[in-house]
């Protein structure tokens, strides 16, 4: 069973997310376990203090090293990990190659700290991948950790039913988005949904799906400026 633990100072962020719908069901079936850890339990003062000033000054505070050092020392005593994601906007951009790469390993371990965010030291120490959900900036690395968990876990064998199937996804070859999909009704508020989808005829709609795709895929690729 594939492993990922997930170290961040706000864990309770993550737990709706986590025990709701397929990554509820993944777990469920044993298909992966993740396991939270809140930083703040691995501080050792008195006062449990998990951040501090930044040296050289600057506003804000700053995760401090020593929890995240022992909690991760803690967790590669017990296990090797194949990657350590230390999120961060200056990192590689995910993709869906990334997260079909990350769906094959045992044991992965994002230190979800907060933007500018954790002493540096523990990104050289530890990361062994660092990564970017886009070019923005978020509060912290816990809804990239999400994003990340939940792209890879749906890959995982046995983790989607047949009808869900990744196999034929948007982007799975890294290349092409999808058709759009309708349901009934067939006419709603007006607005009808395409007729060729209702007439049964297989190798027409198959036909419609590509040549969708194809359009969609061409509007995709320039709206991203990717040719
Ligand atoms: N931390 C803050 N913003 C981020 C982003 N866009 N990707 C990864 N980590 C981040």
Not at 59 to 75: N, Q, R, S, T
Not at 130 to 147: D, M, Q, R
Not at 171 to 191: H, N, V
Request: hydrophobic residues 35%; glycine residues 6%.
């Amino acid at each position: 069973m594939m492993r990922i633990d997930v170290i961040s100072a706000v864990p309770d962020s993550l737990l709706s997310p986590l025990n709701t719908s397929i990554l509820k069901r993944a777990q469920d079936r044993k298909k992966v376990d993740i396991v939270v850890h809140n930083l703040r339990d691995y501080a050792y003062d008195k006062h449990k203090q998990i951040d501090d000033k930044p040296f050289g000054g600057g506003p804000g505070m700053l995760l401090k090293p020593e929890p995240f050092f022992e909690c991760i020392e803690k967790l590669l005593s017990e296990r090797k990990y194949d990657h350590i994601i230390f999120p961060t906007p200056g990192g590689k951009i995910f993709d869906q190659k990334t997260a079909n790469k990350l769906s094959l390993v045992e044991n992965i371990l994002i230190i979800a700290g907060h933007y500018k965010g954790v002493d540096d030291r523990v990104r050289e120490k530890f990361a062994t991948d660092e990564i970017s959900i886009g070019h923005f900036v978020l509060t912290g690395g816990e809804i990239v950790a999400l994003a990340i968990i939940d792209s890879v876990v749906r890959l995982i064998p046995g983790v989607l039913n047949d009808s869900e199937s990744a196999l034929n996804d948007s982007l799975m070859d890294g290349e092409f988005i999808e058709a759009p999909y309708y349901t009934r009704p067939a006419e709603y508020k007006g607005i009808t949904v395409p007729e060729v989808l209702l007439s049964g005829h297989e190798k027409k709609i198959k036909d419609w799906k590509e040549e969708q795709s194809k359009v969609l895929t061409e509007k995709w690729k320039k709206i991203n400026s990717m040719e």
